[in-house]
């Protein structure tokens, strides 16, 4: 087109360049509803599951270890909706008619309960080398995706914000999980090791029984969420890291069978506590292992140091190459979950509730949720 030449070739070479332009422009259009596509059908496919991993539903899940035995109490047992009716500890009936259902208002001794267990669950973890956060509520939903978590479809747990590519989150580990997103770290300063605390928001879709009842399944919780960042070779016992604080913490654990593994986790452990109320075990936390799942699709690498000039990796003049961290999860204290327990346990025939030694410290020395009025009123 610099050159010299006729205007009739000159227009041909203009006419040319048009369709190619507007041919580029079709091409990127398809490539973007592809990309899309291809990325709907990479979410389908979840992580490998580890050799060990009971395969089928969850059924088929393996009791890892039992502490202690269900109480037997000596008088009519009451539910936690119940006790906290008389106790005046949360009221749902009001929260339904601000939010709609599975909201539920805190009251009285219960705002310091949940204060008073998510001190505690930092302190304790906190002790162990985890680095306290507070997470943003509020992420964008290709973080959402890359973490395995599916922000669409009829069947999504994720509420998505209208008119914005942001979600709430339905657990800390999101937003932690995308806090080194895009990096390439030292591998000096692995592990990275996280204890986040945040309000968690579930649409719940599909959830129905009597398990759903008050506390136990409700759109919005808070939690408190433990995350590692690892080498590959570090990850298992890392795993086991997380298990121990959880036994630690809690009582039994479950070694999940495959049906029950979400797409990110490679082995999942659960821990759950004897609820009265429910006559059963209910889950209140897990630890998963999600390998490499997660930082693949987020871009989390590390570079280990250089090798000796004997490695047969090491490339003269050039850096080592960079490798995927290992991702893990685990619940620190899902609080609702743990009010439900604690107020049925450890509830007294007189309808008081005993609070644990541990907690006092965090609640102001608070030893026991007396009812407010006697039962002549």
């Not at 000159?10 to 041919?23: F, P, Y």
């Not at 509803?33 to 393996?62: W, Y």
């Not at 267990?117 to 509520?137: A, C, D, H, Q, Y």
């Not at 506390?215 to 080498?231: D, G, P, T």
Request: hydrophobic residues 35%; charged residues 25%; aromatic residues 8%.
């Amino acid at each position: 087109m610099k050159g010299k030449l006729e205007p009739s070739e000159r227009q041909k070479l203009i006419e040319e360049g048009k369709n190619l332009r507007d041919g580029l422009i079709m091409l990127e259009e398809d490539l973007l509803k592809l990309s899309d596509e291809l990325q709907q059908e990479a979410q389908c496919i979840p992580n490998m599951t580890h050799p060990d991993v009971p395969i089928g539903e969850e059924d088929r899940s393996i009791v890892r270890k039992m502490v202690g035995c269900p109480r037997e109490f000596s008088f009519p047992i009451k539910d936690h909706l119940q006790l906290g009716k008389e106790l005046d500890l949360f009221d749902f009936d009001a929260a339904a008619e601000v939010s709609g259902s599975k909201f539920y208002y805190l009251k009285n001794e219960a705002v310091m309960l949940e204060i008073g267990l998510i001190n505690w669950t930092l302190s304790e973890v906190m002790k162990r080398g985890f680095t306290p956060l507070i997470t943003p509520e509020l992420v964008r939903s290709s973080v959402v995706e890359k973490c395995g978590f599916q922000p669409r479809g009829d069947n999504t747990q994720v509420y998505s914000v209208e008119e914005s590519d942001q979600c709430l989150i339905g657990t800390a580990e999101i937003p932690v999980g995308g806090i080194h997103m895009d990096s390439i770290l030292v591998e000096s300063m692995l592990p990275l090791k996280y204890v986040a605390f945040s309000h968690c928001f579930r649409t719940e879709a599909g959830a129905a029984g009597a398990a759903t009842r008050g506390l136990y399944r409700v759109h919005q919780f808070s939690k408190v969420e433990m995350f590692i960042l690892c080498q590959p070779e570090e990850s298992e016992s890392h795993h086991e890291e997380l298990i121990k604080i959880e036994e630690e913490l809690f009582s039994s654990t479950i070694d999940m069978a495959s049906g029950d593994l979400g797409a990110p986790a490679y082995r999942k452990f659960d821990v759950e506590a004897w609820m009265p109320g429910l006559g059963r075990y209910g889950e209140i936390s897990s630890a998963s292992n999600c390998t490499d799942y997660q930082s693949r699709r987020l871009g989390i690498r590390y570079r280990p140091s250089e090798p000796t000039s004997t490695n047969p990796k090491m490339v003269k003049g050039k850096f080592t190459p960079t490798r995927f961290v290992h991702t893990l999860n685990a619940t620190a204290c899902a609080v609702p979950r743990m009010m439900i327990c604690l107020l049925e346990n450890y509830q007294q025939e007189d309808g008081s509730v005993i609070i644990p030694e541990p907690l006092r410290p965090f609640m102001g020395g608070l030893g026991l949720i007396a009812p407010k009025f006697s039962r002549a009123e």
